[in-house]
Every structure is written in structure tokens, then in C-alpha cells.
């Protein structure tokens, strides 16, 4: 069964203290929506507790796994934002050996989303959104979302990243616009 403690000590050792502050904070969120939503809480948590586990390597070592490891080569164009879920939910396999296909995919969607997701996807990339650390104008909005409806969730908390990125003219991953136009302009 899974060892919770010797998990969160291996990613603390691989990040700042503040982003792991972060960490457990989308583990208790993501716990609680898995409760609520009817997802299994053993694997809410353990995603949680990994999703962002590449995130401060550098990015030579991104670049040197994308080109190894049969990734689409247009994803060199992007970066760590990019990179740390997609990319990292293969360290995660490695190095912490899960190998559970649900979780390391809601790893690989939680920055980008994607049209297709399942419950636990849809946990993950809201609860890494609304954790108790996050402070920014309309969280306040997407918690009281998450509460009543995770689909709805999943749209403001998709509009409002991309509406964020553009106003900053940062490069949009194609999944991050599949995201958008499937669960906010339209499930049809
Ligand atoms: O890792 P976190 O900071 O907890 O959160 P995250 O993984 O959801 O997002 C990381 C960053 O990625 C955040 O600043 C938003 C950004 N992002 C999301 N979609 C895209 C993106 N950045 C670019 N350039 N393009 C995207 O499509
Ligand atoms: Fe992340
Ligand atoms: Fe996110
Ligand atoms: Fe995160």
C-alpha cells in the first residue's frame, strides 16, 4: 500500500519549501474534491504530491529527455511551464516508481488540461488552481465553483489562465486551446 510519508519526504527533498508548502496544499484540496466527487483519495493524493515534482530541473535536462524519448520535437519551443507536467510525469514514473496510468496522466494535463479528461485529471488541474496558497483576483470565484460544479471549474479556471497568458503574450500550447474550446466555448 502507499507510503505517504516516504513519498512527501523524497519530493521536499527536490523542491524549494515554498513550492512545498504548495505541494500540500493541492494534496489536502485534491483529497477533499476526491471526497466529494467520488474519485479514489489514494491516488488524489499521490498525484498531488508529485504533479509538480520536475519542476525546478533544469532545462537542459527537459531538452535532453524530449529529444531521447520520442516527444514531438515542436515542444523544445516551450518551456519549464510546459515541460514539468508533461515531461516530468515520465520522472515521476522513474524515479518514484508509480506507475499508475490515472495518475501519471493527470500529471501530464494538469497545466494544460486537455478536452478528454478524466475525474482525477480534472481534480488535480483544479485543485493545483484553488489550494489555500493561492492568491490571485477570482480564486475566490473558482473554490466556490469547485464546490458546486468541477466541470464549471474547469472552464473558469481554463479561460482565465489563457486570458492571463495572452495579456502576458506568452506562447499558447495547442492542448492549452483544445482545453478552451472544449470546456468553455463548447462541449458539442
Ligand atoms: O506549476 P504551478 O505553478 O503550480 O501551476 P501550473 O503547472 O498549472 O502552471 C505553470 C505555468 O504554466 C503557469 O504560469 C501557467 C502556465 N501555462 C499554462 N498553459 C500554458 C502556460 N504557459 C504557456 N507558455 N503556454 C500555455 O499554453
Ligand atoms: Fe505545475
Ligand atoms: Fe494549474
Ligand atoms: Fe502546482
Do not use: C
Not at 493541492?26 to 476526491?34: D, N
Not at 507536467?85 to 520522472?91: P, T
Not at 501530464?108 to 484553488?130: N, P, Q
Amino acid at each position: 500500500s502507499f507510503k505517504r510519508e516516504e513519498l512527501m519526504q523524497e519530493v521536499q527533498m527536490h523542491m524549494s519549501e515554498r513550492r512545498f508548502q504548495h505541494v500540500l496544499g493541492v494534496e489536502e484540496t485534491a483529497v477533499a474534491l476526491a471526497a466529494k466527487y467520488g474519485a479514489s483519495e489514494e491516488k488524489a493524493s499521490i498525484a498531488a504530491l508529485t504533479h509538480d515534482y520536475a519542476k525546478e530541473r533544469p532545462n537542459e535536462e527537459f531538452e535532453m529527455i524530449i529529444q531521447r524519448d520520442g516527444y514531438d520535437q515542436e515542444l523544445l519551443h516551450y518551456g519549464n511551464a510546459i515541460w514539468h507536467g508533461l515531461v516530468g510525469a515520465s520522472m515521476v514514473q522513474r524515479e518514484l516508481g508509480i506507475n499508475d496510468e490515472e495518475i501519471l496522466e493527470a500529471i501530464r494535463l494538469h497545466t494544460t488540461g486537455a478536452a478528454k479528461m478524466s475525474l482525477l485529471d480534472k481534480i488535480i488541474y483544479v485543485a493545483d488552481y484553488i489550494e489555500p496558497g493561492r492568491n490571485f483576483p477570482g480564486v475566490k470565484e473558482a473554490r466556490e465553483l469547485a464546490l458546486v460544479d468541477l466541470d464549471e471549474a474547469v472552464a473558469y479556471e481554463t479561460k482565465h489562465t489563457l486570458v492571463h497568458l495572452i495579456e502576458q503574450e506568452q506562447k499558447i500550447y495547442p492542448k492549452t486551446i483544445e482545453t478552451y474550446n472544449y470546456w468553455v466555448v463548447g462541449k458539442a
